[in-house]
């Protein structure tokens, strides 16, 4: 089946810092990427639509300048959280749709800890 | 606006029990609607996927209903094992650039 490689799986960084997480579709192409973030116990708030070759769409208050989010090729889609506070420590998770029949795949997830 | 719910919350049942969960949403015009698994900080995996245009799909021992007139879905799970614990999110695809509303999971406990 399809497969969407999210790196890195966790990571921990000094506060004002920035980090970047990758998003790969493996054995697809996927023009569209989604990045959520998710706080405990809670579900999969969308953050943002992640389109190869131009500018992502931010969903209601995200801070786009926060949240830097490239989609250079058809099969990878970055996120990065730039000079990260401790309210960014969470769970991002990034997804890929499979154009072949419209289905969602989940990456496996990065928690960022902001100390 | 698409609203997910997901009920019950959570779920406790002894091993072998046959179960359901629900979901339910606001807005009948899907693309589609998908049923995950997410394990403990872990990402989510994909059980099923159904059509708007379908009525249920099945895989092993999973069994998934779609009723887009009454906004509905549910996931059946027979014979239920200790690994099948875990919290379990359903996904409405709307018909506007393929962006998901999840709902908020049910928490499902298999006591041996």
């Known amino acids: 089946g399809a497969v969407v490689s999210q790196h890195p799986s966790w990571v921990i960084c000094k506060s004002g810092t920035s980090v970047k997480i990758e998003c790969r579709s493996l054995?697809?192409?996927?023009?569209?990427m989604f990045w959520y973030r998710q706080f405990p116990k809670q579900s999969l708030m969308l953050m943002a639509t992640?389109?190869?070759?131009?500018?992502?769409?931010?969903e209601q208050g995200v801070e786009k300048d926060k949240f830097l989010i490239n989609h250079a090729s058809l099969t990878l889609s970055t996120l990065t959280v730039t000079s990260a506070h401790p309210e960014d420590s969470s769970f991002y998770i990034c997804s890929a749709i499979q154009t072949t029949n419209e289905k969602l795949f989940f990456g496996s997830g990065t928690q960022l800890s902001v100390l | 606006k698409q609203e997910v719910t997901q009920i019950p919350a959570a779920l406790s049942v002894p091993e072998g029990e046959n179960l359901v969960l629900n979901c339910s949403f606001t807005?009948?015009?899907?693309?589609?609607l998908q049923w995950f698994r997410q394990d403990p900080g872990k990402g989510l995996t994909s059980l099923l996927l159904?059509?708007?245009?379908?009525r249920e799909q099945t895989s092993g021992r999973l069994n998934a209903s779609l009723d887009k007139s009454s906004g509905r879905s549910t996931l059946y799970i027979a014979a239920s094992q200790p690994g099948d614990s875990a919290t379990y999110l359903c996904?409405?695809?709307?018909?506007?650039?393929?962006?998901?509303?999840f709902g908020d999971g049910t928490t499902l406990t298999v006591k041996p």
């Open positions: 807005d009948s015009a899907i693309y589609n």
């Open positions: 054995d697809f192409q996927a023009t569209t």
């Open positions: 992640s389109n190869e070759g131009s500018k992502a769409t931010y």
């Open positions: 159904i059509q708007s245009s379908q």
């Open positions: 996904a409405v695809m709307g018909t506007n650039a393929g962006k998901s509303t």
